[in-house]
C-alpha cells in the first residue's frame, strides 16, 4: 500500500513537472508589430529613469508634457518612474520575459550591453528617419549609443558632462585662480585644506563614479580599459598611475578620510556647505541649489589636464554622461513609440525638459536656450561638445564597472585606513579585477 | 498513516456515494480500493500544483541554467543559450583561479559570520528568555520591546544601523569617540576590516529576538514541577539550568540553530542593504557574492552554478546536523 502511495506520488509531480515545463517554453511572443495602421487610441508604457530630486519630482515634471503628447496623438502614456536601484534589473527582467515597457530611458554607459542582448529597436536609417534625423543630435552624444560601426541601440535624451566646482570664496580667500592642471589642483587643494575644510571631495564608495573618474584619467595618458578587440587591459602602466592618482587624493590628504564611505552624494553636501573646496560632478546646479548654496557661490571650469592646453585624448576632461531613450523591440507598437521618441526628441520638448533637469539637451538646435546659457552649463556644454569622450562601448562594460568600481572602492578603503596605496597594491586590486571579467 | 488511513476514508465515502446520484453510474467502475489510494492525493493536488510552481519549478530551471552559458547575448532567447557542460562549476571550484578564489573567500567570510552571528543571537536569546521566565512587573513590556528588531521591516532597521555607522557623522562614532572617548580615530565601519563587525552587529541585532521567542516558547512546557523539586534537592540556579532548563529545551534547540543557520547563511537584506551592490572584501557574504555573480555582470549560468554548490552545502550540512542531533536525542530518549 505505501509503495503504491510513493509511486502514485512521484507519478503526480513528474506528471505535473512536464506540463509545467511545457508552459514555460511556450510563451514566446511573435513581436508583431502593428505597422501602417492608425496609431491613435493606442496606451503605451514609458519607464523613466529618475532624474529629478524624487520620483514624485519625475512625475511632476514629466506628466504635463505627456499630456501635451496625447493631445497632439491621441496616444496615451502611462509613466513608470524608476529609481536607479532597479532600472537595470527592471530592464534585464523584461528582456528575459520579453514582457516589458514600450519606451524607456537606459543610462548611456549600459547601451552597448543592452544592445548585445539584442531587446533594443536598432536605430537604423528608417527609424532615425521617423523621429526627425540622426544629424539633429550631438555626434559625442550619439557615440555614446551603442557600439561603434552598428546602429544605435537608442537616442540621447538628456546629455551631461563633468566639470570642476570650485567655490569662489575659499579660492577667493587663499588668492588662488582655479586649476588647469593636476599639479595645479594637487597644490590648490593642498593650500585649501585647512581648519577642518578639504581641497576637494570624492564619492569614494561609489562605483559608477570612480570609474568616471578612473576612465578620464586614464584617457589622458592615453589609454583605455579595453583593447579594439574589446578584451579589459585593466593592468596598463597608465591605468594604475590613473587609478593611484584618483585615490591619492585621500591618500594626500587633499580630500576627508570619510569620502571613503561617501555614496549617497554626501560629496555634494559637503561642496555645498563648504566643507570641501572642489568637486568634480556632472551638472550638478539643481542638487546644490538644494542644499542652500546659490549659483553666485561657484564656478565651473573644465575638469583639469595632466599638462596645460592639451589637445586629443590628453585633452579630454569628461566622459560623455547621460541618459538615452530605447525602444524596446518586442514592443507591439513602434510606430507610435517612435511617434513619442520623436516627440521626446523634439526642440520644443528638449528644452523644456533638459532645463527642468538642468543637463544640457543633445539635440544641437535645442542647446541655443537661454536655459542653457548659464555660466556653468555653458562650460559643461562645451566640455561636451570638445573635451568629452564615451566610457568604452562594449558589452562587458557593467561587469567593468563593477569590478574596477569595487577595486577603487576598497583601494580607497585602505587608503582611508592609513595602509599605503602603491603602484603594486593598485596594480594586484586591477589585476584580480580583469581576471574576474567574463571571456568574451 | 497506513492504520489511520483505511477507516477515515471509508466513513467519507459512505455518505458521499449517498449523496450524489448523477454520479453514481460512474462510480462502480473504480474499485474502491483505488478510490481510497486517490482521495488524499486528490485533496492534497491543490498544495502540490503550487508548491511546484512555486519552490520546485524555479529551482528545476536555475538548475537547468546553471548548465549553460547564460550571459547578456542569450537572455532575450534563454533556451537558446548553449550548454556548458560543467565549465560553470569548475570555474567556481577553481580555487587556485581568480573567480573560485573569490568564491572560496566570500565562503569562509559567510562562515565565520553566520557562525558568530547564529551563536551570539543564541546566546542572547537564551539569557533574555531564562531572565524573564519568572513573572515580575513590566515583564509583558519587555517582552515586547524585546521583540521590535523582529519586527520591523528589514529594510528601514538596517538603513537606520547604516547611518549610525557613517563614519564622520554615525551615531556609534559619536558615543566612541566623541563622548567616551574610547577610540583615538574615528573608525569606518561600512567599509575595511570594520565592516565585517558592523555586519554581525546588525545581524544579531535583527535575530535574537527570534531565538528570544522560541526559546520563550520552549520554556512554558516546562513543568514548574521539576524546579521545585530540584531546588528540594538544593540544586542551585545554575544547576537547574544545566541540568534541566537546558535539557528540555533540546528539541526547540534542534530547530532553532537550524533555522538561523539557514537565515543567518542565505542572508541577504542586511548586506544589501548596508553595502549596496558591492560589498567590502573583508564583508563579502555569498549571497550578495552570488548576486553580483549573476546580475551585475549578467552571467547567469556562473551565478546559477554558485547557487547549487550553495544547495548542495546547505543540505548537506542540514543533514549531518539533523542526523548527529537526532541520533544524540535518541540516545537519551533511550
Avoid at chain 1, 30 to 50: E, H, P, R
Avoid at chain 1, 276 to 290: L, P, R
Avoid at chain 2, 256 to 283: E, I, K, R
Amino acid at each position: 500500500m505505501r509503495t503504491n502511495r510513493v509511486f502514485a506520488a512521484t507519478a503526480l509531480v513528474a506528471a505535473l513537472g512536464l506540463t509545467a515545463t511545457a508552459c514555460g517554453g511556450g510563451s514566446n511572443d511573435s513581436g508583431g508589430s502593428k505597422s501602417g495602421g492608425s496609431t491613435k487610441g493606442v496606451t503605451l508604457t514609458y519607464w523613466a529613469s529618475n532624474q529629478g530630486t524624487s520620483l514624485d519630482n519625475d512625475k511632476q515634471v514629466l506628466t504635463p508634457e505627456l499630456k501635451k503628447f496625447e493631445q497632439q496623438t491621441g496616444i496615451h502614456v502611462k509613466l513608470e518612474v524608476i529609481g536607479w536601484a532597479d532600472l537595470l534589473n527592471r530592464i534585464l527582467a523584461a528582456t528575459t520575459s520579453g514582457q516589458g515597457p514600450d519606451v524607456l530611458n537606459i543610462g548611456n554607459t549600459w547601451s552597448a550591453s543592452l544592445q548585445a542582448t539584442g531587446a533594443l529597436l536598432p536605430f537604423d536609417s528608417s527609424n532615425f528617419a521617423a523621429i526627425g534625423g540622426k544629424d539633429r543630435f550631438a555626434p559625442s552624444a550619439i557615440a555614446s549609443a551603442g557600439a561603434a560601426g552598428q546602429d544605435p541601440a537608442a537616442v540621447p535624451l538628456y546629455s551631461m558632462a563633468y566639470g570642476l566646482y570650485y567655490n569662489k570664496k575659499m579660492f577667493a580667500d587663499a588668492g588662488l585662480k582655479p586649476p588647469t592642471t593636476w599639479a595645479e589642483l594637487d597644490t590648490d587643494a593642498k593650500k585649501l585644506t585647512t581648519g577642518g575644510h578639504y581641497g576637494i571631495a570624492v564619492e569614494g564608495s561609489n562605483g559608477s563614479e570612480n570609474i568616471h573618474h578612473v576612465f578620464v584619467l586614464a584617457k589622458q595618458r592615453g589609454s583605455n580599459w579595453f583593447d579594439s578587440s574589446g578584451k579589459p587591459t585593466f593592468t596598463t602602466d597608465a591605468n594604475v598611475a590613473a587609478v593611484k592618482q584618483y585615490v591619492d587624493f585621500i591618500a594626500d590628504g587633499e580630500a576627508a578620510k570619510g569620502d571613503a564611505e561617501y555614496a549617497q552624494n554626501q560629496t555634494i553636501t559637503d561642496f555645498a556647505t563648504g566643507k570641501a573646496a572642489m568637486m568634480m560632478w556632472q551638472s550638478a546646479a539643481t542638487s546644490i541649489k538644494a542644499h542652500g548654496m546659490t549659483p553666485d557661490q561657484y564656478g565651473v571650469v573644465p575638469v583639469p589636464t595632466q599638462t596645460a592646453g592639451a589637445t586629443g585624448d590628453a585633452g579630454v576632461t569628461s566622459m560623455v554622461a547621460g541618459i538615452n531613450l530605447s525602444v524596446f523591440k518586442s514592443t507591439k507598437n513602434k510606430d507610435a513609440a517612435l511617434k513619442f521618441v520623436k516627440f521626446m526628441t523634439s526642440t520644443p520638448e528638449q528644452k523644456i525638459l533638459n532645463a527642468a533637469y538642468g543637463s544640457i539637451p543633445p539635440v544641437t538646435e535645442a542647446q541655443n536656450d537661454p536655459a542653457f546659457q548659464t555660466p556653468d552649463l555653458k562650460v559643461l556644454a562645451s566640455v561636451l561638445g570638445k573635451s568629452a569622450a564615451p566610457l568604452p562601448q562594449v558589452p562587458n562594460e557593467s561587469q567593468f564597472e563593477t569590478l574596477v568600481g569595487t577595486a577603487v572602492k576598497d583601494l580607497f578603503a585602505d587608503a582611508a585606513a592609513g595602509k599605503s596605496v602603491t603602484d603594486a597594491s593598485v596594480k594586484a586590486a586591477l589585476q584580480k579585477a580583469q581576471s574576474q571579467m567574463p571571456p568574451s | 498513516m497506513t492504520a489511520t488511513a483505511p477507516p477515515r476514508s471509508a466513513s467519507e465515502a459512505g455518505p458521499d456515494s449517498g449523496k450524489s446520484a448523477g454520479r453514481g453510474r460512474l462510480r462502480p467502475r473504480i474499485p474502491q480500493r483505488l478510490r481510497n489510494i486517490a482521495l488524499p492525493y486528490l485533496l492534497l493536488l491543490p498544495a502540490l500544483a503550487l508548491e511546484l510552481l512555486i519552490h520546485i519549478v524555479p529551482m528545476v530551471f536555475g538548475i537547468l541554467i546553471s548548465f549553460k552559458s547564460l550571459t547578456l547575448f542569450y537572455i532575450r532567447h534563454w533556451s537558446s543559450a548553449p550548454w556548458a557542460g560543467f565549465d560553470n562549476y569548475k570555474i567556481a571550484v577553481k580555487i587556485h583561479q581568480p573567480i573560485g578564489q573569490a568564491l572560496l573567500h566570500s565562503f569562509w567570510v559567510t562562515i565565520a559570520f553566520t557562525v558568530l552571528s547564529v551563536g551570539l543571537s543564541w546566546l542572547i536569546g537564551t539569557a533574555a528568555a531564562i531572565l524573564m521566565q519568572d513573572t515580575f512587573r513590566g515583564r509583558a513590556l519587555l517582552r515586547a520591546i524585546f521583540l521590535v528588531p523582529y519586527a520591523l521591516p528589514v529594510y528601514a532597521a538596517v538603513i537606520t544601523w547604516t547611518f549610525m555607522f557613517q563614519q564622520n557623522t554615525g551615531l556609534v562614532n559619536h558615543v566612541l569617540h566623541d563622548q567616551l572617548h574610547v577610540t583615538s580615530d574615528k573608525p569606518f565601519w561600512l567599509i575595511g576590516g570594520n565592516s565585517f563587525w558592523a555586519l554581525v552587529i546588525v545581524s544579531v541585532w535583527k535575530s535574537w529576538p527570534f531565538a528570544f521567542l522560541a526559546l520563550m516558547a520552549g520554556l512554558q512546557n516546562i513543568p514548574r514541577e521539576l524546579y521545585e523539586a530540584a531546588a528540594m534537592d538544593g540544586a542551585g540556579v545554575w544547576q537547574q539550568i544545566r541540568k534541566i532548563t537546558m535539557p528540555s529545551l533540546r528539541p526547540v534547540n534542534q530547530v532553532l540553530v537550524l533555522v538561523l543557520f539557514l537565515w543567518t547563511f542565505n542572508d541577504f537584506n542586511t548586506p544589501y542593504v548596508m553595502f549596496g551592490q558591492s560589498a567590502p572584501h573583508q564583508a563579502d557574504l555569498i549571497s550578495i557574492h552570488i548576486y553580483q555573480s549573476s546580475f551585475i555582470t549578467w552571467n547567469f549560468g556562473s551565478g546559477s552554478a554558485m547557487s547549487v554548490l550553495l544547495l548542495l552545502f546547505l543540505l548537506l550540512v542540514t543533514a549531518v546536523y539533523l542526523l548527529i542531533t537526532s541520533r544524540r536525542r535518541g540516545d537519551a530518549d533511550a
